[in-house]
């Protein structure tokens, strides 16, 4: 009971003897806990070879899934007691899923792979109780399709594995300057065109090198709904993201009225082959505008998320300044300058968004030029954008690029094989605190929660992935759930510790994560993909 991960928030126990799991185990599910009842025979079922029949309420020695609304949503109390069984309480449906994602934990590596290693061996879940309950309610994390294309697969087996840390949040980063990962029916071309590049930069910007191979893919609408669907299965919710009014060269590939083609020669443009930002930013034009409201009502149709993500992030403003077509529209509008011209078109689609039951969430640049009412911030610039927005009454959710952002560097050594940003450790992101300590506490209500961004620049597939994410996903989870002390006094040593039981679960789910001795062979990279770009910042 102590080896878990995310650390719950009381343990008691070993205090009975345990419970066997056994083919004849039965499963009783109150209404409203299907989903882990589903669940647990489909995952745990099968990496145990049990079938978890149904059975009465109080069968000796079985499964029994319940609400109580003695608990928050999110809570649950698991006990397991060789007399009367394991029961999971939780004071909502995902509190009873977040119960069951801990008995897995509590049976051992072997119910995390998908089949059973030794049929007939019966599991036994150790007599105790756990008591839980997240710190926080938005517990995400960021995945960028655009840059790398993830096919389907990769995203569901995402799904799981942030299930399996009691993550919660989604937030899927679907379009940017090198790609456009979803079928729009209404626009073909933003899939048909933009969703290819023809070749790749191998390694970070400064590097000189190619991948000559087109790269792309995308999913189509079927896919999106079966992603949704799994996650709404695992209690997560998936938060789209369509970046405007920057990062948005692949639609303009796709779609030349989009860009400022009184200025630039948009029909020429092509789905961006390199990293870094394009100075090819949208038109703030009515024809925009209303391209955009139509790829939003088919997002809404497929993403039942409250929130939805508009980017606003890194939109330069070259184009803007010099195009007789921007100057226009902000002197119609009375705009001050550019900043406000963007803040305009953030304004247009908060709007859009309430009038249809929505609300819009952008990254902290949203910020400048005033912010949207009722609009939240995605806070990646470090602490102040969400210091600003929290003390201005706006909902943040934080994750500063210099704590959370997982493309970043694990180790200062030669070895590690993605050259971006800052080094970040493991311990770095476990003392991370999402918390920003100069908010009041009336203001620190405005945290949403946190989120770690996996941005796919350097990592062209899962193993690349994998490798970036993982242990640090499993310290951030700790960071977003558990109810840990202030930085300075948390127990890495411990966390530590507990990792070992952890790495031996991540290895039965085959994650491909950092050792910690660093880089398998495979997992490193020579020459200038192997060197730090970026200087380190100062530290927290
Ligand atoms: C970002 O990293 N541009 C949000």
Redesign the pocket.
């Known amino acids: 009971m102590t080896e878990l991960i995310p650390a719950p928030r009381a343990v008691a126990g070993p205090d009975h003897t345990g419970v066997p799991l056994a083919p004849d185990t039965t499963l009783w599910a109150a209404p409203g806990t299907e989903t882990t009842e589903r669940w647990l025979r489909a995952t745990l079922g099968a990496a145990l070879g049990l079938p978890l029949r149904p059975g009465p309420r109080d069968a000796p020695g079985g499964l029994r899934l319940l609400l109580d609304d003695s608990l928050d949503p999110e809570a649950y109390r698991l006990t397991a007691d060789g007399e009367r069984g394991v029961e999971i309480r939780g004071g909502g449906p995902a509190g009873v899923f977040w119960g069951a994602q801990t008995l897995r934990q509590l049976l051992g590596p072997e119910a995390f792979r998908r089949a059973p290693l030794r049929p007939g061996r019966t599991p036994v879940v150790p007599g105790g109780t756990v008591e839980d309950a997240p710190r926080f309610r938005w517990r995400g994390m960021m995945l960028d399709v655009a840059r790398h294309f993830m096919p389907k697969d990769g995203v569901l087996r995402y799904l799981d594995l942030m299930a399996a840390h009691k993550l919660n949040v989604l937030h899927f980063h679907l379009t940017d300057d090198q790609g456009w990962r979803v079928e729009i029916k209404r626009h073909p071309r933003l899939t048909e065109a933009g969703s290819w590049r023809a070749r790749t930069k191998w390694g970070h910007r400064a590097s000189p090198l190619w991948d000559d191979t087109p790269h792309g893919g995308f999913y189509t609408q079927d896919d999106i709904r079966e992603i949704v669907a799994y996650a709404a299965e695992r209690h997560i919710t998936v938060v789209p993201e369509i970046d405007v009014p920057g990062h948005s060269q692949a639609a303009i590939a796709a779609y030349p009225e989009l860009g400022n083609n009184d200025v630039v020669d948009t029909a020429s443009l092509t789905v961006w082959d390199t990293w870094g930002v394009s100075e090819n930013v949208l038109a703030p034009t009515d024809t925009t505008l209303r391209f955009y409201e139509g790829v939003f009502e088919e997002l809404l149709d497929l993403f039942p998320s409250r929130f939805i993500h508009v980017g606003g992030?890194?939109c330069p403003k070259t184009q803007w300044r010099a195009s007789p077509v921007a100057q226009a529209r902000i002197r119609e509008l009375g705009l001050a300058d550019e900043d406000e011209l963007q803040s305009w078109f953030i304004r247009h689609f908060d709007s859009w968004l309430t009038e249809r039951g929505r609300r819009l969430i952008g990254?902290d640049e949203i910020l400048e030029g005033g912010l949207a009412e009722g609009a939240a911030v995605?806070s990646?610039r470090g602490y102040a954008g969400g210091v600003a927005a929290a003390r201005a009454g706006h909902d943040v959710v934080m994750c500063p690029?210099q704590q959370v952002?997982l493309d970043h560097r694990q180790d200062a050594g030669e070895d590690e094989p993605v050259p971006i940003g800052f080094v970040r450790t493991l311990e770095d992101v476990y003392r991370f605190e999402p918390v920003p300590a100069e908010l009041m506490p009336e203001e620190a209500v405005h945290v949403l929660g946190t989120q770690a961004?996996v941005?796919t620049e350097v990592m062209e597939n899962q193993g690349r992935v994998d490798y970036q994410v993982f242990p640090r996903l499993a310290a951030f989870a700790e960071v977003a759930w558990s109810a840990l002390p202030a930085p300075g006094e948390r127990d890495f040593a411990g966390f530590e510790q507990r990792l070992t039981a952890h790495y031996r679960r991540l290895d039965a789910l085959g994650v491909a994560y950092r050792r910690p001795g660093g880089p398998l062979p495979w997992q490193r990279r020579p020459g200038i993909l192997g060197r730090p770009i970026d200087g380190p910042p100062p530290r927290q």
């Open positions: 992030d890194e990254w995605s990646w690029e952002y961004n941005w």
